[in-house]
Protein backbone atom coordinates (compact mmCIF):
# COMPACT_ATOMS: atom_id res chain seq x y z
CA UNK A 1 0.00 0.00 0.00
CA UNK A 2 3.45 2.50 0.85
CA UNK A 3 3.94 1.96 -2.44
CA UNK A 4 0.90 3.68 -3.93
CA UNK A 5 1.09 6.73 -2.32
CA UNK A 6 4.36 9.55 -2.44
CA UNK A 7 4.14 11.58 0.62
CA UNK A 8 7.04 14.36 0.82
CA UNK A 9 6.19 16.79 3.15
CA UNK A 10 9.36 18.91 3.33
CA UNK A 11 9.34 18.82 -0.60
CA UNK A 12 5.48 19.76 -0.46
CA UNK A 13 4.70 16.52 -3.14
CA UNK A 14 1.77 14.45 -2.81
CA UNK A 15 0.40 12.08 -5.11
CA UNK A 16 -1.56 8.50 -5.13
CA UNK A 17 -1.19 6.05 -7.90
CA UNK A 18 -4.21 5.40 -10.45
CA UNK A 19 -4.33 1.64 -8.83
CA UNK A 20 -5.63 3.05 -5.50
CA UNK A 21 -9.14 3.28 -7.30
CA UNK A 22 -8.73 0.56 -10.07
CA UNK A 23 -6.50 -2.47 -8.33
CA UNK A 24 -9.61 -4.89 -6.82
CA UNK A 25 -7.28 -6.75 -4.23
CA UNK A 26 -6.57 -3.41 -2.73
CA UNK A 27 -10.54 -2.76 -3.06
CA UNK A 28 -11.13 -6.29 -1.15
CA UNK A 29 -8.54 -5.08 1.54
CA UNK A 30 -10.58 -2.31 1.98
CA UNK A 31 -13.81 -3.78 2.83
CA UNK A 32 -12.20 -5.47 5.57
CA UNK A 33 -10.03 -3.31 7.28
CA UNK A 34 -11.39 0.18 6.44
CA UNK A 35 -14.93 -0.50 6.63
CA UNK A 36 -14.95 -4.23 8.35
CA UNK A 37 -12.30 -3.20 11.03
CA UNK A 38 -13.57 -0.55 13.04
CA UNK A 39 -15.92 2.11 13.28
CA UNK A 40 -18.47 3.34 10.61
CA UNK A 41 -21.15 5.58 10.87
CA UNK A 42 -24.92 4.02 10.53
CA UNK A 43 -27.22 6.98 10.60
CA UNK A 44 -29.10 8.92 12.92
CA UNK A 45 -30.84 8.11 16.35
CA UNK A 46 -33.93 9.77 14.83
CA UNK A 47 -34.58 7.24 11.91
CA UNK A 48 -35.44 5.21 14.44
CA UNK A 49 -37.20 7.63 16.98
CA UNK A 50 -40.07 5.58 18.68
CA UNK A 51 -40.10 2.13 20.43
CA UNK A 52 -40.21 -0.66 17.75
CA UNK A 53 -39.02 1.50 14.81
CA UNK A 54 -36.12 -0.18 12.56
CA UNK A 55 -34.15 1.73 9.40
CA UNK A 56 -31.32 -0.62 7.59
CA UNK A 57 -27.91 0.37 6.15
CA UNK A 58 -25.08 -1.89 5.15
CA UNK A 59 -21.49 -1.99 6.90
CA UNK A 60 -19.21 -2.67 3.38
CA UNK A 61 -21.12 -6.08 2.23
CA UNK A 62 -22.69 -6.47 5.47
CA UNK A 63 -26.65 -5.74 5.62
CA UNK A 64 -27.38 -4.14 8.85
CA UNK A 65 -29.97 -3.41 10.89
CA UNK A 66 -30.66 -0.83 13.57
CA UNK A 67 -34.08 -0.89 15.57
CA UNK A 68 -35.37 0.52 18.75
CA UNK A 69 -36.83 -1.67 21.09
CA UNK A 70 -40.42 -1.55 23.04
CA UNK A 71 -38.71 0.44 25.92
CA UNK A 72 -36.75 2.93 23.88
CA UNK A 73 -33.33 1.19 23.46
CA UNK A 74 -31.42 1.25 19.78
CA UNK A 75 -29.47 -1.83 19.37
CA UNK A 76 -27.68 -2.66 16.15
CA UNK A 77 -27.56 -5.75 14.42
CA UNK A 78 -26.43 -8.40 11.43
CA UNK A 79 -29.73 -8.28 8.94
CA UNK A 80 -29.62 -11.44 8.38
CA UNK A 81 -31.91 -14.74 9.95
CA UNK A 82 -29.53 -16.57 12.01
CA UNK A 83 -31.02 -19.89 9.99
CA UNK A 84 -29.99 -19.51 6.77
CA UNK A 85 -28.70 -16.13 6.59
CA UNK A 86 -31.94 -14.54 4.63
CA UNK A 87 -32.35 -10.68 5.42
CA UNK A 88 -34.80 -10.19 7.95
CA UNK A 89 -35.68 -6.60 6.94
CA UNK A 90 -36.13 -5.27 3.70
CA UNK A 91 -37.14 -1.69 3.65
CA UNK A 92 -35.23 1.22 4.07
CA UNK A 93 -37.31 2.03 7.17
CA UNK A 94 -40.08 0.77 9.32
CA UNK A 95 -42.30 -0.20 12.15
CA UNK A 96 -41.98 -3.62 13.20
CA UNK A 97 -42.59 -5.38 17.01
CA UNK A 98 -42.48 -8.92 15.41
CA UNK A 99 -39.50 -9.17 12.40
CA UNK A 100 -40.47 -12.48 10.28
CA UNK A 101 -37.57 -14.11 7.90
CA UNK A 102 -39.14 -14.85 4.73
CA UNK A 103 -37.25 -18.21 4.38
CA UNK A 104 -38.51 -20.02 7.12
CA UNK A 105 -40.42 -17.79 8.86
CA UNK A 106 -38.08 -17.89 12.14
CA UNK A 107 -39.09 -14.41 13.87
CA UNK A 108 -37.26 -12.00 16.18
CA UNK A 109 -38.73 -8.87 18.17
CA UNK A 110 -37.26 -5.43 17.90
CA UNK A 111 -34.63 -6.16 20.19
CA UNK A 112 -32.97 -8.88 18.25
CA UNK A 113 -34.26 -12.04 20.10
CA UNK A 114 -35.27 -15.06 18.64
CA UNK A 115 -39.10 -15.01 19.74
CA UNK A 116 -40.21 -18.44 17.31
CA UNK A 117 -39.24 -21.27 15.39
CA UNK A 118 -42.00 -22.27 12.76
CA UNK A 119 -43.00 -25.54 13.65
CA UNK A 120 -40.77 -26.04 16.57
CA UNK A 121 -43.54 -27.39 18.91
CA UNK A 122 -44.58 -29.81 16.47
CA UNK A 123 -41.28 -31.49 17.08
CA UNK A 124 -38.06 -32.84 14.90
CA UNK A 125 -35.82 -30.58 16.83
CA UNK A 126 -32.67 -31.79 18.86
CA UNK A 127 -32.43 -30.80 22.48
CA UNK A 128 -29.20 -29.05 21.23
CA UNK A 129 -30.88 -27.28 18.91
CA UNK A 130 -33.39 -26.16 21.67
CA UNK A 131 -30.08 -24.99 23.37
CA UNK A 132 -28.14 -23.02 20.54
CA UNK A 133 -28.70 -19.32 20.77
CA UNK A 134 -31.23 -18.05 17.74
CA UNK A 135 -31.08 -14.26 18.73
CA UNK A 136 -29.74 -11.95 15.69
CA UNK A 137 -26.08 -11.38 15.77
CA UNK A 138 -26.15 -7.85 17.35
CA UNK A 139 -23.09 -5.73 16.44
CA UNK A 140 -19.69 -5.82 18.39
CA UNK A 141 -19.75 -2.42 18.88
CA UNK A 142 -22.34 0.05 18.73
CA UNK A 143 -22.15 3.57 19.60
CA UNK A 144 -24.60 6.92 20.17
CA UNK A 145 -22.80 10.24 19.94
CA UNK A 146 -24.93 13.31 19.92
CA UNK A 147 -27.58 11.35 17.56
CA UNK A 148 -24.98 10.14 15.52
CA UNK A 149 -24.73 6.47 14.90
CA UNK A 150 -22.15 4.51 14.25
CA UNK A 151 -21.11 0.51 14.43
CA UNK A 152 -18.41 -1.94 14.12
CA UNK A 153 -18.03 -5.48 12.50
CA UNK A 154 -15.02 -5.98 15.13
CA UNK A 155 -14.87 -5.06 19.02
CA UNK A 156 -12.95 -1.54 18.63
CA UNK A 157 -12.10 1.25 21.32
CA UNK A 158 -14.30 4.30 22.24
CA UNK A 159 -16.24 6.12 19.55
CA UNK A 160 -14.87 9.49 21.18
CA UNK A 161 -11.46 8.45 20.75
CA UNK A 162 -12.20 7.08 17.02
CA UNK A 163 -13.70 10.48 16.28
CA UNK A 164 -10.91 12.56 17.51
CA UNK A 165 -10.87 16.37 16.86
CA UNK A 166 -13.94 15.57 14.43
CA UNK A 167 -16.25 15.13 17.78
CA UNK A 168 -15.88 19.52 17.44
CA UNK A 169 -17.79 19.51 13.91
CA UNK A 170 -20.41 16.98 15.19
CA UNK A 171 -20.80 18.88 18.58
CA UNK A 172 -21.41 21.86 16.57
CA UNK A 173 -24.21 20.63 14.75
CA UNK A 174 -25.77 18.88 17.95
CA UNK A 175 -25.89 22.24 19.45
CA UNK A 176 -27.71 24.50 16.65
CA UNK A 177 -31.00 24.01 18.17
CA UNK A 178 -32.38 23.86 21.72
CA UNK A 179 -34.03 20.58 20.27
CA UNK A 180 -31.14 18.83 19.59
CA UNK A 181 -31.20 17.38 15.73
CA UNK A 182 -34.14 16.58 13.37
CA UNK A 183 -33.61 14.59 10.22
CA UNK A 184 -35.60 15.82 7.13
CA UNK A 185 -37.57 13.61 5.58
CA UNK A 186 -37.25 11.88 2.20
CA UNK A 187 -33.45 11.05 0.75
CA UNK A 188 -31.96 10.62 -2.22
CA UNK A 189 -30.29 7.38 -3.13
CA UNK A 190 -27.97 6.18 -6.12
CA UNK A 191 -25.93 3.58 -7.21
CA UNK A 192 -21.97 4.22 -7.77
CA UNK A 193 -20.55 1.48 -10.21
CA UNK A 194 -17.03 2.54 -9.07
CA UNK A 195 -14.48 2.57 -6.32
CA UNK A 196 -16.06 4.20 -3.52
CA UNK A 197 -13.01 6.52 -3.43
CA UNK A 198 -13.97 7.74 -6.84
CA UNK A 199 -17.54 8.79 -6.27
CA UNK A 200 -16.60 12.01 -4.34
Known amino acids: ISALIDDRVDEGVFSVHRAAFTNEDLFEHE ?12 GMACQAANPHDFFTTTIGRTPIVVMRDGKGNLGAFVNSCTHKGAMICHTRQGHGR ?3 CPYH ?6 AGRSIAVKAQ ?20 AFADYRGFLF ?10 EHLGEARHFLD ?10 ELVPGEVIFTYDGNWKMQL
Open 121 to 140: KAGGYSKCFEDTPRDLARLP
Open 172 to 181: LAADQGEDGL
Open 105 to 110: SWSFDS
Open 151 to 160: GSLVETGPIE
Open 31 to 42: LAHVFGGGWVFL
Open 98 to 100: VHV
